[in-house]
């Protein structure tokens, strides 16, 4: 059974970074073989793809809203998913999930919170 388990959500200060790890195990093939996402979730707000990397790591898409300020990598020997947060904006205040796209598997998620 695949399980996702992200990390790295904190309180930051608008303009102030951080990374979100997730790191998946269970898998039935390679790491490099499957397409993953993060998602988040603000209060009252539906849940929306934040970015996307293919398997191979150079395929990456983002939402229009963090674009030039948000990075996605992965490191497959890990079984790991990275989101690099830079340049943080009250908005982007939210629960932050892991998602494996292939298997529908969800992580139980991390909050990010950006406020002076």
């Known amino acids: 059974q695949v399980q996702l388990v992200e990390s790295g959500g904190n309180l930051v200060q608008p303009g102030e970074s951080l990374r979100l790890s997730c790191v998946g195990s269970g898998f039935t093939f390679r790491f490099t073989n499957y397409l993953m996402s993060w998602y988040r979730q603000a209060p009252g707000k539906e849940r929306e793809l934040v970015a996307q990397?293919?398997?191979?790591?150079?395929?990456?898409d983002y939402a229009d809203s963090v674009k030039g300020r948000f990075t996605i990598s992965r490191e497959n020997l890990k079984n790991t998913v990275y989101l690099q947060m830079n340049s943080l904006r009250p908005e982007d205040t939210a629960v932050y999930y892991c998602f494996w796209p292939g298997g529908k598997v969800w992580g139980q998620g991390t909050l990010v919170t950006v406020s002076s």
């Open positions: 990397i293919s398997g191979s790591g150079e395929i990456r």
